[in-house]
């Protein structure tokens, strides 16, 4: 059984430019939620893919954008990169969105913002 | 609104002794709680959860946890620490099966040898 995996592991940007972040979900699972975590911070919902279709969002501007494709793997972009972006970006898939409290994180994917 | 406060932000203990990291959450309806664990440069690893029944959890790599419901707390507990457990532990409750899971701002565990 694969666990989750997100790519890059790392990744600079320059301010005002554009990123896109990509995890695995866990085989079997069909749910894929996205994270923020601030150095020294907790992470925090950006918001949850259920079979394809966004279900819910965390408290993040419409830059920041997602997509879950049919094999449940998903995208996290961010338009016009800002320097408080800089942060560990996780990514956790759950069996179902109705217990999505039961999440696989994957590694993370640094993103630094200059 | 659910909201959560670990009341520490650092913790350095000796190795093979006693920790407890604490937790209390803000809800009036009934709660899901979690703990999660981070190791250095890596994602979150679930080590324990409440979700009914038992108030005493038991998780992986010796943690416990108790569900306080009078005084909404859920303090995670090891009778002896190890090198190994230094990391950051995040605790986290979520209201429903639906809704997101609420993170604290995390206490960070030092086991000294």
């Known amino acids: 059984e694969t666990g989750v995996t997100q790519s890059p592991t790392h990744l600079i940007k320059t301010r005002g430019q554009q990123v896109t972040l990509r995890c695995s979900s866990q085989?079997?699972?069909?749910?894929v939620s996205w994270y923020q975590q601030a150095l020294g911070q907790g992470p925090q919902f950006i918001f949850q893919y259920y079979r394809e279709e966004e279900n819910g969002r965390g408290n993040f501007p419409p830059r920041f954008s997602g997509l879950q494709f049919p094999n449940y793997s998903s995208e996290l972009n961010v338009n016009a990169l800002e320097l408080d972006d800089s942060a560990l970006y996780l990514c956790a898939s759950s069996p179902t969105s109705y217990t999505s409290y039961e999440q696989y994180f994957g590694p993370g994917t640094r993103l630094t913002v200059t | 609104a659910q909201s959560v406060t670990q009341l520490d932000s650092q913790v350095p203990v000796f190795e093979e002794a006693p920790v407890e990291l604490r937790c209390n959450y803000s809800?009036?309806?009934?709660?899901?709680l979690f703990w999660y664990v981070q190791y250095p440069n890596q994602g979150l690893q679930l080590l324990l959860k409440y979700l009914s029944g038992s108030t005493l959890v038991k998780g992986i790599n010796g943690f416990e946890a108790e569900f306080n419901k009078s005084q909404t707390s859920f303090h995670l507990r090891k009778p002896s620490v190890h090198i190994s457990d230094t990391a950051e532990y995040f605790c986290a409750p979520c209201e429903t099966s639906y809704d997101k899971v609420i993170f604290g701002p995390g206490t960070s565990l030092s086991v000294i040898p």
């Open positions: 085989s079997g699972h069909n749910t």
């Open positions: 809800s009036s309806v009934s709660v899901y």
